[in-house]
């Protein structure tokens, strides 16, 4: 409609118009060349074709902005022996696309389209390729993470810093003999190396890789001829080399007994946090379930670690694997629920379950793998999404920029197969989004966040 100065405008010109008109209406009846009817019906087109002349057409906003997706500064590695690439697209149900662009460090890259996200489901998709270059050898992989059911959002990609390692060394004198092949060594801190000797009633060497000081250190091992465990925790301020004597170790006497149902395969394990320090897990035990076994017999020291992520994975027979994660005191007992899921899965575009109560969500993996003798190459897609009883996972079909850029994505799509399909529900568990996934909150945790999360598994 137009507006208060769009009005004056238009008397204006319908005023000019009708003096001209006058004007000249007036010398044709002068001249009578015109008839009185043929005058009103040439008054009246020209009245009308002036004011359509003079009207706007209404302003385009243009495509909605549907997806965007920040990128850090050196989200990428670019150091010698390494080379990475970024994409993100959306689709929507029946796996069209709709945009798509490549990830870019220090960018925020804007999806768009003309799209009735509101009463249509929306997918995303983030595709990255890591080139990894030893010598003459060559490793790709490829992944393809698909969230299905969007909503427009703003995402935040997050990359850590390559960080700058630095070296604690700890040498651990009268072990016994060797200890890292013994079921009941544990060694808590991810990076670095160890080596040991059997020389001087036994020798362990630790160096371990730190990416950031002050790191809480926990290794406990079985000396030869003792029935208990020792164990080392401390709490180092910086890079140092230590020399301990395993006899002046706590020793923990008796293992704990935790009992499980029967399994066909799977693992118990509890990892252990500080309340001053959550952001770091130190694993306490991992004992595979294999034989049957309904029972594992960790050591776990007392007056350590304030609580726990207490996890087990029960392989159920024929049926695949039902795994439980709570966060709170150590767990000794585990049951198996009920068993009321069925899965029935055509291939990784079509699954189904027959549930006897509902779930959270959905976790689906598959891959593809190539070996040569110069290069190897993984394919990985994975989709998430809210739990529905029938799921058809969002299958991606890939822009030209991808197949333009990335071949072997486009070339083994078809050769994908099923690695695991998973449905989990959570219980008062800390959960926290990246992208549209909901995973647990590792990193953090304090001992208010108490909760579970349930999930069955299904393989091929």
């Not at 906003?61 to 989200?75: A, H, K, R």
């Not at 390494?82 to 460090?105: H, M």
Request: hydrophobic share 35%; aromatic share 12%; glycine share 8%.
């Amino acid at each position: 409609m137009p507006n208060r100065c769009q009005g004056i405008f238009y008397f204006r010109v319908q005023f000019m118009v009708f003096v001209k008109l006058d004007v000249f209406l007036g010398k044709q009846r002068k001249n009578k060349f015109m008839t009185p009817t043929s005058r009103s019906i040439l008054a009246l087109l020209v009245l009308i074709t002036c004011t359509h002349c003079v009207q706007k057409d209404p302003v385009s906003t243009g495509p909605e902005v549907l997806l965007s997706i920040n990128v850090p500064e050196d989200y990428h590695r670019t150091q010698e022996g390494y080379a990475d690439r970024s994409f993100a697209y959306i689709t929507d149900e029946t796996g069209t696309v709709i945009d798509a662009g490549e990830l870019l460090d220090g960018t925020l890259l804007k999806l768009s389209g003309n799209y009735d996200h509101a009463n249509r489901p929306m997918h995303a998709h983030i595709v990255r390729v890591y080139y990894r270059f030893q010598g003459s050898h060559r490793s790709e992989r490829y992944t393809v993470d698909s969230y299905s059911d969007i909503e427009p959002d703003t995402w935040d990609l997050e990359r850590r810093p390559l960080p700058n390692r630095q070296e604690l060394n700890l040498k651990f004198i009268n072990t016994g003999g060797e200890i890292e092949q013994n079921e009941h060594f544990v060694d808590s801190n991810t990076y670095g190396s160890g080596s040991e000797s059997d020389g001087d009633n036994g020798t362990y060497f630790r160096t371990i890789l730190v990416d950031e000081f002050p790191e809480d250190v926990y290794i406990a091992f079985k000396r030869k001829n003792e029935s208990g465990v020792r164990y080392f925790w401390q709490r180092v301020s910086g890079p140092e080399s230590q020399e301990i004597n395993s006899l002046d170790l706590p020793l923990i006497e008796k293992p704990v007994s935790i009992s499980v149902p029967p399994a066909a395969g799977g693992y118990v394990a509890a990892y252990g946090y500080k309340a001053d320090a959550p952001a770091q897990e130190k694993e306490v035990f991992y004992h595979h379930l294999e034989g049957g076994a309904n029972s594992v017999s960790p050591f776990v020291p007392a007056g350590v670690f304030d609580y726990f992520r207490n996890y087990c994975r029960i392989g159920i027979f024929g049926k695949g694997f039902y795994g439980i994660t709570e966060i709170g005191p150590l767990r000794t007992d585990y049951q198996l629920p009920e068993l009321d899921l069925m899965v029935h899965l055509t291939d990784v575009k079509n699954l189904e379950f027959e549930a006897g109560r509902p779930f959270d969500g959905y976790d689906i993996s598959a891959r593809y793998l190539e070996r040569g003798p110069d290069r190897d190459q993984l394919l990985v897609w994975s989709v998430r999404g809210t739990y529905a009883a029938k799921i058809n996972p969002p299958f991606p079909e890939l822009p030209d920029l991808i197949t333009e850029a990335l071949p072997f994505v486009e070339s083994h799509l078809p050769d994908l197969e099923l690695d695991e399909a998973t449905v989990f529900t959570y219980q008062d568990f800390p959960v926290r989004r990246t992208f549209f996934r909901e995973s647990v909150k590792f990193g953090g945790l304090s001992p208010a966040d108490h909760g579970r999360r349930e999930s069955y598994t299904v393989t091929e």
